[in-house]
Nanobody, 119 residues
């Protein structure tokens, strides 16, 4: 059984910062790309940022220069440092990982963590 557990969401004023964490646990043989996605009320889930096992990153245009994704492979953990937050960043943020477990290769999601940015 693989689990992705997110933490670090909350309420912050515009211009503030938050750091999200997501730890993968279970019978994991290897983690490939990890990423963060978000879904605002009434909108589709969208990509925020991804990072490969080798450290190559990719960002949505809307967060480029404000958010930084990183990972600690030894801890099976991915982070999202969010700076200069805007009200439009308000959403539920989901962690995603493509990994190989005892059940084979699969795409796994966390339960989501709420980020609310007040104006």
């Amino acid at each position: 059984q693989v689990q992705l557990v997110e933490s670090g969401g909350g309420l912050v004023q515009a211009g503030g910062s938050l750091r999200l964490s997501c730890a993968a646990s279970g019978s994991i043989f290897g983690i490939y790309t990890m990423g963060w996605y978000r879904q605002a009320p009434g909108k589709q889930r969208e990509l925020v940022a991804t990072i490969t096992s080798g450290g190559t990153t990719n960002y949505a245009n809307s967060v480029e220069g404000r958010f930084t994704i990183s990972r600690d492979n030894a801890k099976n953990t991915v982070y999202l440092q969010m700076n200069s937050l805007k009200p439009e960043d308000t959403a539920v943020y989901y962690c995603n990982a493509g990994l190989r477990s005892g059940l084979g290769f699969g795409d796994h999601w966390g339960q989501g963590t709420q980020v609310t940015v007040s104006s």
